[in-house]
């Protein structure tokens, strides 16, 4: 019968399961999956829902809980699985739910969070699966890690481009509450890093506001590179042979553009230039000592 092929390809699609809903639309009647039941194999999973094939993965225990919890987000460590976290080891599938869900199904290779914050917007779509975004997975991971650790784990994301980190700060202090779980220890990570990581042109802004207003000389903004023309210093005192790099970047979590830096910085020294590099920490929260180096370089340079 057409409906039984439909209701196979339906199943090995959603991780091996079928819901209530899907088993009427096809028509089903209660005979027939009384019939399934007794001999063909189906299990049930609670409330009208059945599995019809094994969970042959990770993945696949995750598409089956989606599919029949209705709304059902996979999140925490299955989620930074899937955005590609490093630092965390694999675990057991898990999704969140709204807090006023109930169910009775039974997924023993799912864990099955409640919550009622989990805005729409701290969810997206990954590979036909709703997965909670990269910020509020971090979110949720810091439950249960220390600071340190959710620390490494928010500066490789955002060297890698993949964390905003205004958006972490604006869902960690969305969610947070007196006693919830991890609400202390992402501040404590928000804290450290100067309440926010400045983008590139932020930081630039701020770091040579704070180069005019110290009464330093002015670089040169963009400077063309002598040697090679068509790229850039962010400023340059060219008669020092002095050139400051402003790194938006809370450490290099990619080996190449740590490498590429320390090629370019050897490449200046050869040509008699020194290059100094200033990050966006230096700029929050020490910016006095950098107004005193530059004007130690440039007193040594003349």
Same mark, same amino acid.
């Given at each position: 019968?057409?409906?039984?092929?439909?209701?196979?390809?339906?199943?090995?699609?959603h991780?091996?399961?079928?819901?209530?809903?899907?088993? +009427?639309?096809?028509?089903?009647?209660?005979?027939?999956?009384?019939g399934?039941? =007794?001999?063909?194999?189906?299990?049930?999973?609670?409330?009208?829902?059945?599995?019809?094939?094994?969970?042959?993965?990770?993945?696949?225990?995750l598409?089956?809980?989606?599919?029949?919890?209705?709304?059902?987000?996979?999140?925490?460590?299955?989620?930074?699985?899937?955005?590609?976290?490093?630092?965390?080891?694999?675990?057991? $599938?898990?999704?969140?739910?709204?807090?006023?869900?109930?169910?009775?199904?039974?997924?023993d290779?799912?864990?099955?969070?409640?919550?009622?914050?989990?805005?729409?917007?701290?969810?997206?779509?990954?590979?036909?699966?709703?997965?909670?975004?990269?910020?509020?997975?971090?979110?949720? #991971?810091?439950?249960?890690?220390?600071?340190?650790?959710?620390? $490494? #784990?928010?500066? +490789?994301?955002?060297? =890698?481009?993949?964390?905003?980190? %205004?958006?972490?700060?604006?869902?960690?202090?969305?969610?947070?509450?007196?006693?919830?779980?991890?609400?202390?220890?992402?501040? %404590?990570?928000?804290?450290?890093?100067?309440?926010?990581?400045?983008?590139?042109?932020?930081?630039?802004r701020? !770091?040579?506001?704070?180069?005019?207003?110290?009464?330093?000389?002015?670089?040169?903004?963009?400077?063309?590179?002598?040697? !090679?023309?068509?790229?850039?210093?962010? +400023?340059?005192?060219?008669?020092?042979?002095? !050139?400051?790099?402003?790194?938006?970047?809370?450490?290099?979590?990619?080996?190449?553009?740590?490498?590429?830096?320390?090629?370019? +910085?050897?490449?200046?020294?050869?040509?008699?230039?020194?290059?100094? =590099?200033?990050?966006?920490?230096?700029?929050?929260?020490?910016p006095?000592? #950098?107004?005193?180096?530059?004007?130690?370089?440039?007193?040594?340079? %003349?």
């Amino acid at each position: 019968m057409i409906k039984n092929d439909e209701v196979r390809q339906f199943a090995a699609s959603h991780g091996g399961v079928v819901p209530a809903s899907e088993l +009427d639309r096809l028509g089903f009647t209660a005979n027939e999956i009384r019939g399934k039941v =007794r001999r063909h194999g189906w299990v049930s999973i609670g409330r009208g829902a059945y599995r019809l094939f094994p969970t042959r993965d990770h993945r696949d225990g995750l598409l089956a809980a989606v599919t029949v919890l209705g709304r059902a987000v996979v999140s925490h460590e299955s989620a930074a699985e899937i955005h590609g976290f490093t630092r965390l080891p694999k675990g057991k $599938a898990i999704v969140t739910v709204h807090s006023r869900t109930t169910h009775t199904f039974r997924f023993d290779e799912v864990l099955a969070h409640r919550t009622h914050d989990l805005d729409d917007s701290h969810v997206t779509v990954v590979g036909a699966l709703p997965v909670t975004t990269v910020e509020r997975t971090v979110v949720d #991971i810091a439950k249960t890690r220390h600071p340190k650790h959710i620390g $490494a #784990i928010v500066d +490789d994301l955002v060297s =890698r481009g993949a964390l905003d980190f %205004s958006t972490l700060a604006q869902i960690a202090e969305s969610v947070a509450r007196r006693g919830k779980p991890g609400t202390v220890t992402m501040r %404590s990570v928000i804290d450290e890093r100067g309440g926010a990581m400045l983008s590139q042109s932020e930081l630039e802004r701020r !770091a040579r506001a704070l180069i005019e207003s110290s009464g330093l000389p002015q670089p040169i903004h963009e400077y063309a590179i002598p040697w !090679a023309p068509e790229r850039r210093f962010d +400023d340059a005192y060219p008669e020092a042979k002095l !050139a400051i790099e402003w790194d938006s970047r809370r450490f290099h979590g990619q080996l190449d553009a740590f490498e590429a830096d320390r090629r370019r +910085d050897r490449t200046a020294a050869i040509h008699g230039w020194r290059v100094v =590099r200033f990050t966006w920490r230096d700029v929050v929260e020490r910016p006095r000592e #950098i107004v005193n180096s530059i004007r130690l370089l440039l007193a040594r340079a %003349s």
